[in-house]
């Protein structure tokens, strides 16, 4: 059976007024199967995660969108787990990224993810706003996560919300437009997983950073399809689709 894998990311419904989602929830059942996994805006909360009203955490949120998830049959939300689709394994992670100590102050000032996102303290169980070295902890675990689904593994397909790369303008492969090629917050959408990215994977396709592309490296697709906040999106294409089994640029 050839399967056709269509994709996209970072489509900020929120950002959009003019978009009616409930009326086509039913076109979910059209898919078989659609799979699912969180970026950070995801986790964000309405209300500052310093005001009186007390923000949902992640992990809540998980929870309440694997319940979801869950009312249709077949849709699978990925949240650190896998999908076997015929010959081919489905790894889903939102990944997060690893910020370096020389990095941490400009990310936490840069991103509203450490204004809007909430934990619990792992020693006090307070709630308080995620911290960079909560998003590395999570990072952390994703990256053990899947290295042990690779493991005696074939015919792989990641997804990810976070890059797995950095942009390599000598090989002409970018995962981020070149304009940020020098931000000094790049950390908080990257990691170099490059170790990662090999054979038994055959796919990788990834969110956040609000560039469409994509490329071979190390024998491996990468492939990005995003929406982003702008309204004529740089090369986003509705119909983007790879035939599982021939995944070529």
């Known amino acids: 059976m050839i399967r056709v894998l269509r994709y996209s990311s970072d489509i900020h419904l929120e950002m959009s007024q003019d978009i009616e989602t409930l009326p086509h929830v039913a076109a979910l059942y059209n898919f078989t199967p ?13 209300q500052s995660t310093h005001g009186s009203n007390k923000p949902k955490t992640i992990d809540e949120i998980n929870i309440e969108l694997d319940k979801l998830c869950a009312q249709f049959k077949n849709v699978h939300f990925l949240n650190n787990k896998t999908f076997q689709l015929d010959e081919f394994k489905i790894i889903g992670s939102t990944l997060w990224s690893h910020v370096p100590e020389s990095s941490r102050q400009a990310v936490a000032r ?30 952390k675990r994703a990256v053990q996560f899947i290295e042990r689904e690779l493991q005696n593994a074939t015919n792989c397909i990641l997804l990810t919300h976070h890059a797995p790369l950095y942009s390599m303008p000598r090989e002409n492969k970018y995962l981020c437009s070149p304009h940020y090629l020098d931000s000094d917050i790049n950390s908080a959408f990257h990691t170099d997983l490059n170790f990662l990215v090999k054979p038994p994977v055959l796919l990788w396709i990834y969110g956040h950073t609000h560039y469409t592309s994509k490329f071979i490296h190390n024998g491996v697709v990468i492939a990005s ?18 035939v599982l089994g021939y995944a070529k640029i």
């Open 225 to 242: 399809n995003q929406v982003g906040y702008d309204k004529s999106p740089f090369h986003y294409q509705v119909n983007e689709e790879i």
């Open 34 to 46: 659609l799979e699912n996994h969180r970026g950070n805006h995801e986790y964000y909360n309405i």
């Open 110 to 139: 840069g991103l509203n993810d450490y204004r809007l996102i909430g934990v619990s303290d792992p020693i006090t169980n307070e709630r308080r706003p995620a911290s960079v070295a909560d998003t590395n902890q999570l990072h």
